[in-house]
C-alpha cells in the first residue's frame, strides 16, 4: 500500500464519479450566504473545497438526529430492535470534525457499547480534507491541537497547489484510491511541498485563547465558581443551538410513539440538549441545573474538564460552530479569556 499519492484538481471529478456509481457520497455544498452543509453530491462539481464548518457537523451520519431503535406490534406480540444504516463515503471532512468523530468512536465503544453507532461508522468511509488557513474568526483549533490531520480518516486530502497531496490511512481508503487510475505515487517534489504548506501552518496557526493547551484543564478545575458563569446566565437564551450544531455532543432522549392504530408504534433516539429548561429536570418537579449560568457551566465543563479526566482528551474540538450559531453571541473564546483574567 503505497502511502502517499497525488491526485490532480482536474481529476477530482472523476474519482468523485466513480465512487458515486458504488455508493452515496456526501460533501460540504454551499446552502448560499457564507452556509455550508454536508449533503448528497452526483459530481466533484458539486463540492465546495474552501467552506468554513457546515452547518451540523458530520456526526449527523454517526448519530442521526433521529433514529428507531425499536419497532413493536401489540397483535403479534412482537418487538424487534432496529438499525438503520447506509454505506457512504463522507468526503472533506475538516481535522476539527474528524476529531468530533473520535470523541464519539470514543463515548461510544465505551461500556455499555452503543451497537447502532458502531455499526453505522464500519459502513462510513472519512476523506479528510486539511485547512491550510483559519476557516474564519471563531475557529480555535491550535489551542486544542486540532489543526494538524491526527487520524481518523481512509484518505486524507491537502491542497498544493495543482494537485492533492492524498495520504492512504487504511485499506478501506487503499480500496478508494484504486477504483479510478488518477492517482499517481507521490514524488519528492510532492513531499517537500507538503512539508512546506505544514511549516506555514505551524506560523500561521497560534492559540486562539490566552492560555496554552495544557493549562485548560487546570483552568476549568478552579472555574466551578467563577462570575463568568453568572455573565452568561443574563445573556443565554437557552436555545440549544449551541449543542446541536457541536462535533461531540451526544447526549439524547428516547421516546415511544404509538401508530394510530394503538397496537403498534415505535421506540425513537432524539437528540437532546443539557441547555434547555427541562434537561437536567426529573421526578417531583426537581431540576439540577435549573439556571442557565449552570448549564452554560456544565456545557464547557463536558468540553474542558470531564471528558479530560475520563478519556485524557479535549472535546472541543475548535471548529466555533457554537459561537458562530449562538443568538446571544456567546463566544467560546471571549469565555476562557474571560475566566483565563479572572484566574489571575
Known sequence: MQQFVTLQKKDLNTFISALVQSQKVVAPVSRGYNNFSFQEVTSGDEISLKYIPTILPPKKYFLPTQETVISYNKRENSVNATLEYEKMVIFGVHTCDLAG???????????????????????????????????????????????????????????????????????????????????????????????????????????????????LKPLFDRSFTSKVWEDLNKRCLACGNCTNVCPTCYCFDIIDEPNLDLNTGARLRRWDSCQTEPFAKVAGNENFRKERSQRQRHRYMRKFKYPVDKYSRYFCTGCGRCSRTCMAEIKLKETVNALAKEAK
Open 101 to 215: 468523530i473520535q470523541c464519539l468512536n470514543m463515548v461510544f465503544a465505551d461500556k455499555p457499547k452503543d451497537m447502532n453507532y458502531i455499526v453505522r461508522k464500519s459502513k462510513i468511509a472519512i476523506i479528510g480534507l486539511e485547512c491550510n488557513d483559519y476557516c474564519d474568526e471563531y475557529a480555535s483549533c491550535h489551542v486544542v491541537d486540532n489543526h494538524l490531520p491526527n487520524g481518523g480518516y481512509d484518505l486524507f486530502f491537502t491542497d498544493l497547489g495543482d494537485v492533492f497531496m492524498v495520504h492512504i490511512n487504511t485499506m478501506l481508503g487503499d480500496e478508494l484510491v484504486g477504483k479510478v487510475p488518477v492517482f499517481k505515487p507521490a514524488d519528492d517534489k510532492a513531499l517537500k511541498a507538503l512539508e512546506s504548506v505544514r511549516q506555514k501552518k505551524r506560523s500561521i496557526f497560534k492559540d486562539e485563547v490566552n492560555v496554552k493547551h495544557e493549562d
